[in-house]
């Protein structure tokens, strides 16, 4: 796809929001903007939000604005739509991971069905495409594993046939090592102006291919 003059929607959480950078100018999507030439951006990052609804509310209210009740803000004739999340489902919350083929907000498998259904139907024809969540210091904790809400997410965008953009698996990003820590990732969580360098990267590569 020729990205030029193109306008494209981010769905994400604190990563998209641009925690972990000095200013957002630096973030993936500014990026993509400025090295691009879109013509129009619309940024819908709130940090601490997951894909799934919880089944109890949060501290903060904000975090309960999950993914798929955001669909509707998200303004028309936009050429590409591009997720980012999963890695709040995993790290925090109450909706539980799922089984394959549910379709309710409040498992992460069912979650994200819906924010697919959801978007293809309110904007057909438009292109979609997901990204996983990047590798963090943690990927192990109350008996879940981020590799399986990975496993998840790109099990449901295959099914409906969403372009991926496999960071979990390909951004070169991984915090357990201290050195790639210290370069893409201090907090180990959330990816600082060189790490955006790569989500930019991978992300403009699967674009360019649709």
């Given at each position: 796809?020729?990205?030029?003059?193109?306008?494209?929607a981010?769905?994400?959480?604190?990563?998209?929001?641009?925690?972990?950078?000095?200013?957002?100018?630096?973030?993936?999507?500014?990026?993509?903007?400025?090295?691009?030439?879109?013509?129009?951006?619309?940024?819908?990052?709130?940090?601490?939000?997951?894909?799934?609804?919880?089944?109890?509310?949060?501290e903060?209210?904000?975090?309960?604005?999950?993914?798929?009740?955001?669909?509707?803000?998200?303004?028309?004739?936009?050429?590409?739509?591009?997720?980012?999340?999963?890695?709040?489902d995993?790290?925090?919350?109450?909706?539980?991971?799922?089984?394959?083929g549910?379709?309710s907000?409040?498992?992460?498998?069912?979650?994200c069905?819906?924010?697919?259904?959801?978007?293809?139907?309110?904007?057909?024809?438009?292109?979609?495409?997901?990204?996983?969540?990047?590798?963090?210091?943690?990927?192990?904790?109350?008996?879940?594993?981020?590799?399986?809400?990975?496993?998840?997410?790109?099990?449901?965008?295959?099914?409906?046939?969403?372009?991926?953009?496999?960071?979990?698996?390909?951004?070169?990003?991984?915090?357990?090592?201290?050195?790639?820590?210290?370069?893409?990732?201090?907090?180990?969580?959330?990816?600082?102006?060189?790490?955006?360098?790569?989500?930019?990267?991978r992300?403009?590569?699967?674009?360019?291919?649709?």
């Amino acid at each position: 796809m020729e990205l030029k003059g193109k306008r494209i929607a981010f769905l994400g959480d604190s990563i998209t929001e641009g925690h972990g950078l000095v200013n957002t100018e630096g973030a993936y999507w500014n990026l993509l903007k400025e090295r691009e030439g879109l013509a129009e951006i619309y940024v819908d990052g709130i940090g601490g939000t997951r894909i799934s609804r919880q089944w109890t509310p949060s501290e903060k209210p904000r975090h309960d604005l999950d993914f798929v009740s955001r669909v509707k803000d998200i303004p028309e004739g936009m050429d590409v739509i591009v997720v980012f999340g999963g890695t709040n489902d995993f790290g925090h919350g109450d909706a539980p991971l799922g089984v394959r083929g549910e379709r309710s907000p409040y498992t992460f498998y069912g979650a994200c069905d819906l924010l697919i259904r959801s978007l293809m139907g309110r904007f057909p024809g438009t292109e979609l495409v997901f990204m996983t969540p990047l590798h963090r210091l943690v990927e192990e904790q109350n008996g879940r594993r981020l590799e399986d809400y990975v496993k998840a997410l790109r099990q449901v965008t295959e099914y409906y046939g969403v372009p991926v953009v496999n960071l979990y698996g390909e951004s070169g990003i991984q915090p357990k090592l201290l050195t790639n820590k210290e370069i893409y990732c201090p907090d180990g969580l959330h990816p600082n102006e060189a790490g955006h360098e790569r989500i930019y990267r991978r992300l403009r590569g699967v674009l360019w291919r649709l």
